[in-house]
């Protein structure tokens, strides 16, 4: 059974790090556009970031505007996980965040070009 599980959220305060985990079964997450996005209350579901692999174990991250150089996505083939690494944390930053999976080529920046979805983690950030 293909599936992403999301761990890690909760509840910190702004200026915080939390680490969010997704951990993918049923299929190799290495091979695949790994990417995650986020939806707060009345928001469409928005791009975070994405991990896309170029050539043997070398990936390519890209991320939103809002979160660069804030926000980090790692892998861990061994685990079959990927990670989001969630610096200086804002209020803005509250949102459900989901893990995403796709066979594409490049990262799509939007939900419809992902065909795996996890069901998703609350963060919410005190300011």
């Known amino acids: 059974q293909v599936q992403l599980v999301e761990s890690g959220g909760g509840l910190v305060q702004a200026g915080d790090s939390l680490t969010l985990s997704c951990a993918a079964s049923?299929?190799?997450?290495?091979?695949?556009?790994m990417a995650w996005f986020r939806q707060a209350p009345g928001m469409e579901r928005e791009f975070v970031g994405a991990?896309?692999?170029?050539?043997?174990?070398?990936?390519?991250?890209n991320y939103a505007e809002s979160v660069k150089g804030r926000f980090t996505i790692s892998r861990n083939n061994a685990k079959n996980t990927v990670y989001l690494e969630m610096n200086s944390l804002k209020g803005e930053d509250t949102a459900v965040y989901y893990c995403?999976?796709?066979?594409?080529?490049?990262?799509?920046?939007?939900?419809?070009?992902?065909?795996?979805w996890g069901q998703g983690t609350q963060v919410t950030v005190s300011s």
């Open positions: 995403a999976a796709d066979q594409a080529s490049t990262a799509p920046l939007t939900t419809a070009g992902y065909a795996i």
């Open positions: 991990s896309t692999r170029i050539g043997g174990n070398v990936y390519r991250t």
């Open positions: 049923g299929f190799t997450s290495s091979r695949y556009v």
